[in-house]
């Protein structure tokens, strides 16, 4: 089978088992009282069942190990091989560290002890951030005391964030989803297959996942949805794109995920900023502003998703993809009307 088709097969595969696994996962939810009632700062109005997270775990693992049986990852050189474990195993601890809170309500401190803790041990397995880009001075190789607390910042960090944005019926999936695919286009072009394969299936259990989970939702992912997603999509970064040493290659991660992190960066300065815990969820987030100004939910998750495409589609054009200052270009006109749309909406209303 050529190298090209094993992605697309993790992509159908997982989007597979999601769409096949999903409406199984809720029965259960239901049956069990393990769902999401409404009030306070949530925007449905009936229980929600929070276990999809499942389904897009399992989907993802599916194809993965389909893939690997079949010889889609080939013969990886022994540190690949190790960061690929390092993120595949990573993506299954936090993901049981997200189902756990879904199942037993965690404390948040707690949770935060096991996301570090295993962050810690996928960086040991060689996910490991090992370069920074510091402006006027370039691309500075960092010394493991500092690599260490680093990747930890970022693969927590991006994890909570992508848990963050999960305020909205298809909100999360979509934008990991898009992610994804931009990962995934990336990846190839700078030859890191194994790394693509993993956000292939990622993407492919996002994207199925929205058929239950885009508004008018019929189940939320929860945290173990997220966490899985978050730490997977943070994983990649690190080990399919950071390892190049150029100052472009260690700010595609940012640039892809900047939706999520500059939205959670944002949230948590207007937080202190206002005395509050950074850590006391309230509706500050982007989606509840825009909820505000008058924007219908589905309008305020389309333009976020246009908003996820654009970034992506800059960090298409800065890895010098062929016609990525084209898909930059069709990107920014999309955004351009969605964002005319969003202002005619609100002023509408």
């Known amino acids: 089978m050529p190298p090209q088709y094993y992605h697309l097969a993790a992509f159908i595969i997982s989007a597979a088992v999601v769409l096949l696994t999903t409406p199984l996962v809720k029965k259960i939810g239901l049956e069990s009282g393990y769902y999401d009632p409404p009030g306070g700062r949530k925007v449905h109005q009936r229980p929600m069942v929070r276990l999809g997270g499942v389904s897009i775990f399992l989907g993802t693992l599916v194809a993965l190990l389909i893939v690997w049986w079949a010889g889609g990852f080939g013969v990886l050189p022994p540190d690949r091989e190790y960061e690929i474990w390092g993120v595949a195993l990573g993506g299954i601890a936090f993901f049981l560290i997200g189902l756990a809170d879904d199942l037993f309500n965690l404390s948040p401190f707690l ?3 096991f996301q570090v803790f295993v962050a810690s041990l996928a960086w040991q397995a060689g996910v490991q951030i090992e370069f920074l880009s510091i402006p006027l001075v370039g691309v500075v ?3 493991v005391w500092i690599s260490l607390p680093v990747t930890v910042v970022w693969l927590v960090g991006m994890t909570n964030a992508i ?12 934008v990991s989803g ?9 990846c190839l072009f700078m030859h890191q297959p194994g790394a693509a394969l993993i956000v292939a299936a990622l993407s492919g259990g996002a994207f199925g ?8 939702a019929q189940i939320f992912m929860g945290d173990g949805g997220a966490y899985f997603m978050g730490f997977t999509l943070a994983g990649v ?4 794109l950071v390892k190049s040493v150029t100052t472009v290659a260690v700010l595609l991660p940012l640039l892809i995920l900047a939706v999520p992190l500059l939205d959670m960066s944002a949230v948590i300065v207007d937080r202190l900023r206002h005395g509050k815990s950074p850590f006391i969820a309230d509706k500050r987030h982007l989606h509840h502003r825009l909820l505000e100004a008058g924007l219908s939910h589905r309008l305020t998750v389309l333009f976020i998703y246009a908003l996820t495409l654009w970034v992506g589609s800059l960090a298409l054009a800065f890895s010098g993809i062929p016609s990525g200052l084209t898909y930059a270009g069709a990107a920014t006109l999309l955004l351009s009307y969605a964002g005319w749309r969003v202002k005619q909406y609100a002023n509408s209303n």
Do not use: E, H
Not at 163 to 174: E, K, R, S, T
Not at 209 to 216: D, G, I, M, S
Not at 237 to 240: D, H, M, N, R, T
């Open 163 to 174: 848990n963050w944005i999960d305020g909205l019926d298809g909100l999360a999936a979509g």
């Open 237 to 240: 970064g690190v080990i399919g």
């Open 141 to 143: 190789s960092l010394p």
């Open 209 to 216: 996942f929205l058929r239950y989970n885009f508004n008018p």
């Open 111 to 113: 949770r935060l002890l």
């Open 178 to 186: 898009i992610a994804a695919i931009i990962m995934l286009i990336v």
